[in-house]
């Protein structure tokens, strides 16, 4: 089994970058759902035998080897084979690959610099919630990465490197997405019908070729050329996920190009005026943006009625240790392992243990955060809490804010209150914000760094 069968959405992985709220793991104005993590980018023990090595570019002083680029191409080469995508030009593929290892370490500096780091139990956390998702245990998932030449500490440290670049992701997008009231009226009178794109959910196909800030006009013209070569293999029929993988310079690309089905004003109104009034299956594009050429695919389609609309609705309680010198990450979570066992055992209660212990502004009320809807709690808490059944307890979890037991209580379908209804605005508003935010910095990020291309000697 190809290692990509292990590419979930890890937006349950990683911790959104939150204020302290009275209670913890709660989101608060400014944090955002990550969204969802690109595949561990394991590199495959059984890549080519590597020749002599030298210096391929040197990022703000660090550099990246010809063994490194050629581990990562041979990776994405044989993703593509397995997934019978099309195979482009070795130089081709080379130079894409390259510009994507770059950019990469540019955010790891960046991360380092911020103090961004992930401790190995979030890492155990992550190779955990992998396994679940796939409905392997992790010893089956480890033989089927070993069969393509992955071993444990590869797999792991591209876990790693995932879950720093996403809590980057979060710390810049989330600092710009603040929302005002004016704005949530402005987006509820949008959801009127009259608005053609009232109710208008979207799951859109997405390639991006990337154009660097201050391109030269021969390069602005062969990367419009690559973009309408791509719009038109897409109109003739061609595999557009494969297309994506091959071609798209965005975060999005190794999921096959995918959004995700979202409300239509999720989607940057280039998009949505683009591909608006296309049925499903239609093809827009190149459309020209700050970062580059688009090509759109219509992949889903539908309306809904916010007026009334419902949601399933959780409610739990948890018990929050926080971690720091005090008290480490492991030995909190194996304190929260002990509860959970006495609980189990009927030896004591969740919530006289929360009283006693839990370091939130839920203990006085033994743990209990009442009925939330989706989106209020980070996502390393509420992907959790999501796969819970009522009555189960679940296993110590790692967020920001340090290492939480949960129970959910029960759950319930209810139709959305007015309030609701501006809440659930205020967080779409918020997303969409933070993506827009995210993809400036991260052009001026990499404008900003010094990167020095070497041939070989």
Known sequence: MHPRVFAIGLACLAGALAAPATAQGVRVPGARPAPALQPPAARSASAEPQAADFIVAVVNSEPITRNELAARVQRVRKQL??????MPPEDALAREVLERLIFEKVQLQAAQQAGIGVTDLAIDQAEASVAQQN???RETMYRQLKADGITPEQFRKE???????QRLREREASTHAKVNEFEIDQYLRDQQPQNGAAGLELNLGHILIAVPEGASDAVLAEREQRARSVAERARKGADFSALAKEFSDAPEATQGGQMGLRPADRYPELFVNASGALAVGGVAGPLRSGAGFHVLKVLEKRRSDTAAATVVQSH????????GAQLSEAAAA???AEYRQRILAGRATFEDLAREHSQDGSAAQGG????????????????????LKPGEISQPVVSRFGVHLIELLERRQVKLTPREQRDVAREALRQKKAEEAYATWARELRGRAYVEYRDPA
Request: charged share 15%; no cysteine; proline share 4%.
């Open 81 to 86: 084979a397995s997934q019978n995508g099309a």
């Open 135 to 137: 409905d392997v245990s």
């Open 159 to 165: 876990l790693r490197t995932q879950l720093v670049l």
């Open 316 to 323: 739990a309680r948890h018990i929050l240790l926080r971690t």
């Open 334 to 336: 194996a304190q929260l």
């Open 368 to 387: 209990n955060l009442g009925w939330s809807t989706p989106g209020r709690y980070v996502p390393e808490f509420e992907a959790v809490l999501e796969a």
